[in-house]
């Protein structure tokens, strides 16, 4: 399915970006994991943007899903309030992105391995085409095949 390999590629981007920080952290370089974690909040906005309003917007309609959906929507809306509100100048700022990027990876097996397998078995083809269009509405591009 391409719209779940566009899914797959931005997480892929996001945790190697995380990666960036942590080193860039470790060694005392405010300025470059400043601008790293500038773009990681970027990237996941889209990320989660085109989740929120494509694939979980169509899987929400079954109320199977519904609970699980408003969970991974919980965990995007506090990493981006986290992400957003460090200050990395402080040690407390450091330690607050990188609990909250500690997230990241449990999150992202919480959509790979539960979240897209469902949806293989569980969408229509009608909802699977208004998950692209949402998702190509919010990157402005189209999902690759």
């Known amino acids: 399915m391409p719209l779940i390999k566009e899914f797959i590629a931005e997480h892929e981007a996001v945790y190697n970006l995380s990666?960036?920080?942590r080193r860039a952290l470790e060694r005392g370089d405010?300025?470059?994991a400043?601008?790293?974690l500038v773009e990681i909040q970027r990237q996941l906005l889209e990320h989660w943007a085109g989740e929120e309003q494509g694939l979980f917007?169509?899987?929400r309609q079954?109320?199977?899903?519904a609970d699980y959906i408003e969970a991974l929507e919980a965990e995007h809306h506090?990493?981006?309030?986290?992400l957003s509100?460090?200050?990395l100048t402080t040690p407390e700022g450091r330690q607050q992105v990188s609990a909250s990027l500690d997230t990241l990876w449990p999150h992202i097996e919480?959509?790979?391995d539960g979240l897209f397998p469902m949806s293989l078995t569980t969408l229509s083809g009608e909802q699977w085409n208004t998950a692209i269009d949402a998702w190509e509405r919010v990157h402005q591009r189209k999902v690759r095949d």
């Open 62 to 65: 079954d109320p199977e899903c």
């Open 85 to 87: 509100t460090a200050d």
């Open 78 to 82: 506090g990493m981006a309030a986290e």
């Open 19 to 21: 990666g960036e920080i």
């Open 110 to 112: 919480k959509e790979e």
């Open 34 to 36: 400043r601008t790293d």
């Open 30 to 32: 405010i300025a470059t």
């Open 57 to 59: 917007a169509v899987m």
